[in-house]
Nanobody, 114 residues
């Protein structure tokens, strides 16, 4: 399974970004898909996760500002991020779980300026 991310970039504080991730390769049955992020000098943290059944989980630091969605037929996951602040600056990684094996994308940079 390979994960291809898109949608990162530079945005001003208060702005919005939409990240997308597509799973390709030997995709049979992906359970959870989600996004994590890692800022310089910090540990990687959960941003949002969505199960195959549509249950969603959000990290405390982004609740109310981000929405995760998924298209099971296309094996894609999207992350809509609103009201961004400089504290959201990080590399965002797509994650997928297939048969209890974790797959990671290469990451996409999100930078929020003042």
């Amino acid at each position: 399974v390979q994960l291809v991310e898109s949608g990162g970039g530079l945005v001003q504080s208060g702005g919005s970004l939409r990240l997308s991730c597509a799973a390709t390769g030997t995709v049979v049955q992906i359970n959870g898909m989600g996004w994590y992020r890692q800022a310089p000098g910090k540990q990687r943290e959960l941003v949002a996760l969505i199960t195959a059944g549509g249950n969603t989980y959000y990290g405390d630091s982004v609740k109310g500002r981000v929405t995760i969605s998924r298209d099971n037929a296309k094996n894609t996951v999207h992350l809509q991020m609103d009201s961004l602040t400089p504290e959201d600056t990080a590399v965002y990684y797509c994650n997928a779980d297939q048969y209890y094996v974790d797959y990671w994308g290469p990451g996409t940079q999100v930078t929020v300026s003042l």
